[in-house]
Structure formats: structure tokens, C-alpha cells
């Protein structure tokens, strides 16, 4: 007679998962030569310094210094990663991937020609011939033939004319593919219609605010400025592979800063009024096509503009210089020399788009003159007025009922006096309200809470036929706020299908995720079931017997190894025909995902907030349908977790559910020995089979080998 079944499992215990992060990995770097300069930017929770900085510079060497200097071998493209430790024990690591390339750049700076313009010749090499097309300016313009084919046996030498204006003058070369690929130098030209002591004369609008906007990735931010004439337009890269190309092609409002990359910056000066378009080359195209933008240049409500007349003296007489425009000496004439060297003097221009002549002349020496022609903006061929209007609401309903709107007006060339605004036809009591001259106004008005549609309209006081409208449709404060059918839940609820086979399961192991089921389909001739291991419990079933045709689904089961067989062709512990269920907790740093979902009505303006074990997740806005999904990040310990959804504006306005997380610690592997006598008694013993199944989440193993052991009787001689 055979001894009874003997039956050992051993679970394999899963690695602990990390905590959640409490800092971040980040460094910046220098110009990328085969040397490179590193600059640890990371950044931790306050109380929890960095203790250890590894770097991989991903050419097989690292470095534990804070801010290390690298030599590359070669010139390539390596992947640099900072890995950062603090004293609480959190870990993060940032990778940039970093080319090496450098442009080494000439400028070759002629005489004077006939037209006084001076001959400039710019050779840029690649000593890597990493850079493949580079963009070559002067003084923020792009040179004709931009992007130029380079490499590292074919240097790019452009040949060209400056104004020779006694100027300083930068050209730039900038790699389209490496964004850290760069040279600059700067040269000054002869000042070629000097014949004295005086010289490098120039005329330019004084300098007004800026005003920058984000070139990002498929988009401009903001998209559309208005500035004055003056003001500097900044563009900034916090994007790759884009540039500000603007819609005229030629003359002083043209512009192209070329293909460039993340951390680049270009600056853009409007010297005539009017609505001047731009775009990006290749996301975007003139007309407001794809990604672009638009500058609103204004003059300024005197039409007078500051203009900064600037030069250089070498020799300072105590009579001073007069300064002329169209030959008239402007107010203050004589002025005093400041020393020698560079000078400057203010004087006002009307904004009329005539050609003005600006003369500098000394008065101990009448004959040395250095004069500049000045185009002044034409604020008489400015656009007329136009408004444009839109409105939203911002911010939840108050005791009178009434939520308030933010109206924001953008204005081309508005009147002095400001703008009324009607809200359904009545005047607000705090118009007129002035522009602002830097960009878009804003201003808040009341509106009525009742969930319809208001008519917003802003017209202008100088000129009523410039008007905008636009309608915005209020929050219904009268509906009180509930919140219903709230569920939480894990996973993705996918199926899987294991085929019930003639004394097989195919596949006989499956791995899933949390939240999945696993669904049986029996295709043999033979009637089997699918058992659990488990005999109680939620991760416990049984089909019984069923044969061709039929389907059974599993509950959805906890993480971990899960261990099943067929009645009567198979036994737990991996006997005969059986299989294994791996589910895997779907875990980032000790945390899943919970999806929750709820139906909402009459929500406040605020939004909501959901807490998990009372501890906040954030606030997130109301979907309009009042269908309302949100994913949160909840610790993954196999327990229950409380959910509440409560309204920002109205906390008494909540629901709470409970959700089970699977365990991210959960074993992923179970061992089981079963053993049985295999023989009669022979010298005191009897041989005894063991088996051992090894099952993981994608293999099942099994070993069996025979060992003679004592009989009991035997057992009790000794």
C-alpha cells in the first residue's frame, strides 16, 4: 500500500519595491568638445541633501565628483547619465544624450569698397563632422544659402558685405542637428564715410520692454503679442528642431532664426506698426498655417519716438556738437562732450515713415560731420483699430449667485481712451477700462450664475465701430452639487484565454496583470476541470467537470503564483495536468494605478479633489459630460485603500469607495515537493519518489529522483 501524498511549498519572496521620489536627476554642460564641463542641477526635498553623485559617461568610464570635467576618447555620441543618492536613501537618474561637435570659426574683415560697404569673408570648419548643416548669420540675419552642407574635409567659407558703419558686428554659426553646436565672433567694420575725428555713428529706437515667448514643441507661447514699437520680441527653445520664420520675406520686419534646438534664443525687433506674422520651418507655414504666431506692433499714443543717436569721438572740444535732423539743430544743441570715446544723445522723432537725415557735426570744427538716414515707422499706415474678444470663466459661485469672467482683450492700434465693456447689453460700471499697452488686457467682470450663454462685447471709446464680441456660458449656481456611482479599480480587466486540451492546458503557464481574469475554453474530447490550488478564499475556484464548448472565467486574483490542476487528471502542487497563474502587480516605485470613475452634477467651478486614506491626490477639472475618469497613484500592499471624490468649492459634496491594491511584494515564484513511497520493503527501507516543481511566471520546472529511506520499524531499532 502507498504511502499518502507528502506536499512542501515554498514561496520565493519578490525584492522590495523603492519608495516614492522625493528628488529629481538634472545637470547642464558646457561647449561640447571632447572636454566638457558638467554642472550637477539636481534638485531634493528640503532636509534630504545629495550624498552621492555617480556619473556614466557612457564610454566606459564614471565619476563621483559633484561637478566633474570629462575628456571623451573620440568625438561621438555618448549617453551621459548622472545617477543622485540622498541621506534618506532616494535615488533618481537623468541621461542626456550628447554629441560631441564643434564649429571653429573666421571672419576675414576687408576695406572699404566704392559703395562704402565693407567685404567680409566667413569660413566655419567641422573638425568631427558631427555639425552636417549649419545656419551662419549676421547680426540675427541669416545669411542667403542657409543651411550650408558641411563637414569635416569641406569647410563652409560664405562670402559677403556689412555696412561700413564703425560698428561691431556678430556673425554666428549654428548647427540644424546639435543644438549645443555653436561659434560666435564679432569683428567691427571701418567706418567708411568718416573723415574725422568722429565716427561709428548709429540711429535706433530706444529700447522698450521685453517680451518673451516659449518656442515649444508644435507651439508658440504665447501665441499671439502685442508690443510697441521698440520693444524686443525674445524667443526662447524649451523644444527641439523648430524656428521663428517670419511671413514677410524681405525688408526690416523679415526674419528666420533657422532650425535650431532646446535652450536656443533669438531676438526679434518690429520696426513698422501692424500685425507682422511668423511661423515654424517645418511644423508650420506663413498664414497662420500649422504652428505660428502673431506680433502686434503699435506706436505710441503720442506717435513720438525716443530715438538713441550713438557714436565715437577721438578728440573732445569744450564746444560741444550739435545734433540735426534734416538739417535743423534739435532742442539742447550744443551738447557737451562726454570725454572721448563712445557718445549718446536722445532726441524725439515723429512717427511720419519719411526718410530723416541725423547729423552729428562739432562746432569748433563745422567740417567734421557723420550722419546716419533714419526711416522712421509709419503709425499713419498703422492698421485701424480691431479688437479681438474672448472669455472664460474663473472661479465658483458667491452668495449673489453670480460667477466672474475674465475678458481678455487684444487690441491692434486702439484708441487713447480705453474700452467699454457690456455684459448683456449693460455697461459695466467700472468702464472704460484703459488697454494695456505691453499685451492683452484683462478684466474680470461678474456674471450671472445660471448656466446659460452671455453676450460679452468690448468697444472701443475713440472709435465705437472697433468692437469684439464673443459669449461665454456660466456654471448654473442653482443646481446643487452631487457626486455618484463612484468605482476604483486596478488593472486593465483584460481576458485571457488558456484552451482546455486533452490532458493538457495550453498554454499550461500565463502571466497577467493585476486586475485581468483568465478565461478557460475547452476544445478536447474529455471532460476536465480547472481547480485552484487554493481550496478557500477569493483566489479560489472550480469549474467541475465540463467538456467540449464550454468557457469558465477566474476571479480576478490577488499577485502572486497561483497554481491550478484538472479533476481527475491532475493535483495540486503541479501534479499531472495542471498550470500556473502569475499575476503581476503593474507597480512604478511601490505604487499602481487606480482608475477612478464617477458621475458628477452641479459641481462647483473649482473642480475636485480626490484623497486616498485621507491624503490628497491633487485637484482636477470637471469633465463637461459630467462623466468624470481620473488615475491615481496608490500604494501597492495587497490592502484596502479608502477613495473619496469631494467637490473643491463644496467638501460636503463627496462620495468614497474602498479599493484592494495587489501587492507589488507579492512572490512571482513557488517551489512544491511532494513524495510518495515507490517500492516494498527491502533491508529496513523503501524507496520514495520525490518531485519538485519549480513554477515562475513564464516556465514550470519539474525534477523527480528516488532515495531509499528507513522503514518505521527500522526507524525505531535504531
Not at 449667485?401 to 475678458?407: A, E, G, I, K, S
Request: net charge negative; glycine share 10%.
Amino acid at each position: 500500500m502507498k504511502s499518502p501524498v507528502l506536499l512542501f511549498v515554498v514561496f520565493c519572496l519578490a525584492i522590495p519595491s523603492l519608495y516614492a521620489q522625493t528628488c529629481e536627476a538634472d545637470f547642464s554642460f558646457g561647449e561640447t568638445d571632447l572636454t566638457i564641463d558638467f554642472t550637477n542641477e539636481s534638485t531634493t526635498a528640503a532636509g534630504d541633501p545629495i550624498t552621492d553623485w555617480l556619473w556614466d559617461f557612457g564610454d566606459g568610464t564614471t565619476s563621483t565628483e559633484q561637478n566633474p570635467t570629462h575628456t571623451f576618447p573620440d568625438p561621438d555620441s555618448y549617453d551621459v547619465c548622472l545617477t543622485i543618492t540622498t541621506a534618506s536613501g532616494c535615488t533618481a537618474t537623468h541621461c542626456v544624450e550628447i554629441e560631441i561637435c564643434v564649429l571653429q570659426l573666421s571672419v576675414d574683415v576687408g576695406d572699404c569698397d566704392a559703395n562704402d560697404e565693407v567685404p567680409v569673408t566667413i569660413t566655419v570648419s567641422d573638425p568631427y563632422d558631427a555639425a552636417n548643416e549649419i545656419n551662419i548669420s549676421i547680426d540675427g540675419g541669416l545669411l542667403p544659402g542657409s543651411p550650408f552642407d558641411i563637414d569635416d574635409d569641406a569647410p563652409v567659407t560664405v562670402n559677403t558685405t556689412v555696412p561700413g558703419d564703425g560698428l561691431i558686428h556678430t556673425v554666428t554659426a549654428q548647427s540644424e542637428d546639435v543644438g549645443t553646436c555653436s561659434a560666435t565672433q564679432t569683428f567691427q567694420a571701418p567706418d567708411c564715410t568718416s573723415n574725422c575725428f568722429l565716427s561709428s555713428m548709429s540711429v535706433n529706437i530706444a529700447a522698450g520692454i521685453t517680451h518673451t515667448v516659449d518656442v515649444g514643441d508644435d507651439f508658440f507661447a504665447p501665441q499671439s503679442t502685442t508690443i510697441e514699437i521698440g520693444d524686443v520680441v525674445h524667443f526662447q527653445w524649451v523644444g527641439d528642431g523648430h524656428s521663428t520664420t517670419s511671413d514677410a520675406t524681405t525688408g526690416p520686419d523679415s526674419w528666420n532664426s533657422g532650425v535650431i534646438g532646446l535652450g536656443s534664443t533669438y531676438d526679434v525687433n518690429i520696426k513698422n506698426p501692424g500685425v507682422h506674422g511668423y511661423y515654424c520651418i517645418p511644423h508650420g507655414g506663413p498664414g497662420g498655417t500649422g504652428m505660428s504666431g502673431t506680433i502686434v506692433a503699435n506706436c505710441p499714443p503720442s506717435g513720438q519716438f525716443t530715438v538713441i543717436v550713438s557714436f565715437t569721438t577721438t578728440v573732445a572740444d569744450p564746444a560741444g556738437y550739435n545734433l540735426l535732423v534734416d538739417g535743423v539743430a534739435q532742442p539742447g544743441s550744443p551738447f557737451s562732450y562726454n570725454g572721448t570715446g563712445p557718445q549718446s544723445q536722445s532726441i524725439q522723432i515723429a512717427g511720419d515713415g519719411q526718410n530723416h537725415v541725423i547729423e552729428v557735426q562739432d562746432v569748433a570744427d563745422p567740417s567734421c560731420v557723420v550722419s546716419r538716414d533714419f526711416l522712421a515707422p509709419d503709425c499713419g499706415a498703422a492698421p485701424s483699430c480691431s479688437l479681438t474678444l474672448s472669455a472664460q470663466q474663473n472661479g465658483g459661485c458667491n452668495a449673489s449667485n453670480q460667477v466672474p469672467v475674465d475678458v481678455s482683450v487684444q487690441a491692434v492700434n486702439p484708441g487713447a481712451s480705453g474700452f467699454d465693456l457690456f455684459v448683456d447689453g449693460v455697461l459695466d460700471p467700472n468702464s472704460p477700462f484703459p488697454y494695456n499697452p505691453s499685451g492683452t488686457t484683462v478684466v474680470t467682470v461678474n456674471v450671472t450664475g445660471d448656466g446659460q450663454a452671455h453676450n460679452i462685447e468690448a468697444i472701443d471709446v475713440a472709435d465705437p465701430a472697433c468692437s469684439a464680441t464673443t459669449t461665454v456660458t456660466t456654471q448654473d449656481c442653482s443646481v446643487q452639487c452631487s457626486i455618484s456611482n463612484l468605482s476604483a479599480s486596478t488593472g486593465g480587466n483584460t481576458t485571457h484565454t488558456v484552451f482546455v486540451e486533452d490532458f493538457v492546458f495550453n498554454p499550461a503557464s500565463i502571466t497577467i496583470s493585476s486586475g485581468d481574469i483568465v478565461e478557460w475554453e475547452w476544445t478536447g474530447a474529455v471532460d476536465h476541470t480547472t481547480t485552484s490550488d487554493a481550496t478557500t478564499g477569493p483566489d479560489s475556484w472550480d469549474s467541475g467537470l465540463l467538456g467540449t464548448g464550454a468557457t469558465y472565467q477566474s476571479p480576478q486574483l490577488s499577485a502572486g503564483v497561483h497554481g491550478y490542476y484538472c479533476i481527475p487528471h491532475g493535483g495540486p502542487g503541479g501534479q499531472g495536468m495542471a498550470g500556473t497563474i502569475t499575476v503581476q502587480a503593474d507597480c512604478t516605485n511601490g505604487l499602481v494605478q487606480v482608475t477612478v470613475t464617477f458621475n458628477e452634477q452641479g459641481g462647483g467651478f473649482n473642480g475636485y479633489e480626490v484623497l486616498v486614506d485621507g491624503n490628497s491626490q491633487g485637484t482636477y477639472p470637471y469633465d463637461a459630460s459630467g462623466n468624470n475618469s481620473v488615475a491615481v497613484q496608490v500604494a501597492g500592499d495587497g490592502q484596502p485603500h479608502t477613495i473619496i471624490v469631494q467637490d473643491v468649492d463644496d467638501p460636503n459634496c463627496s462620495a468614497s469607495t474602498t479599493v484592494t491594491t495587489p501587492d507589488c511584494n507579492a512572490s512571482t515564484c513557488s517551489l512544491s515537493v511532494s513524495a510518495q513511497e515507490a517500492g516494498g520493503c527491502s533491508n529496513g527501507t523503501v524507496p520514495v519518489e520525490v518531485t519538485a516543481v519549480l513554477r515562475a511566471s513564464s516556465f514550470r520546472w519539474t525534477a523527480r529522483w528516488k532515495a531509499r529511506t528507513p522503514t518505521a520499524a527500522a526507524a525505531r531499532r535504531r
